[in-house]
């Protein structure tokens, strides 16, 4: 991480990185990028970028970088049509340190249509042995994200019986 900065407080775009991954400084800016494009890289595995893919992972990075508006450009156009092991490669920071959280959100980038496809499955898996995550790991990170969802699921049937208002 050569630009990583310390987070300001509550309401920055590191509050996401605080809640969902427990970092206390945010990754350089051309690794997030970097990132983003490989999770549209492996949404796009079954030959398909659904649009609710994309918008995932629009939201994501939106959020991540406290809304860059030439990222979120740039991620809009993108074409998702490089060799993911090649660009993940491209950064020390994630084929070192972010193996395994990128694999857990390729899978909910691929995931926001409401399928993970199997030729999606079969891009994370490749992405995931080209960065050394066990497939054994990809499978507890699959069980880990139907949970996940089954919770949020669960907690919005809690809250809103009769369904949401909005």
């Not at 990185?17 to 890289?41: C, E, H, M, N």
């Not at 950064?91 to 399928?115: I, M, N, Q, Y």
């Amino acid at each position: 991480m050569t630009e990583a900065t310390a987070y300001a407080g509550p309401g920055t775009a590191g509050w996401l990185f605080r809640q969902d991954w427990a970092f206390s400084t945010l990754p350089d800016f051309g690794d997030i990028r970097i990132y983003a494009k490989a999770l549209l890289v492996a949404a796009k595995g079954d030959g398909v970028l659904a649009p609710e893919e994309r918008d995932w992972v629009l939201g994501y990075m939106g959020t991540l970088t406290g809304g860059n508006p030439d990222l979120l450009r740039e991620l809009a156009a993108y074409p998702a049509d490089e060799d993911v092991v090649a660009l993940v490669e491209s950064s020390e920071v994630l084929a070192r340190v972010t193996r395994v959280p990128l694999v857990f959100d390729a899978l909910r980038a691929c995931d926001a249509d409401g399928v993970i496809a199997p030729g999606e499955l079969e891009q994370i898996k490749r992405l995931a042995a080209a960065l050394g995550v066990p497939e054994e790991t990809v499978d507890r990170l699959r069980e880990a994200h139907r949970q996940e969802k089954q919770a949020r699921e669960a907690r919005i049937a809690a809250v809103f019986p009769e369904g949401t208002p909005f």
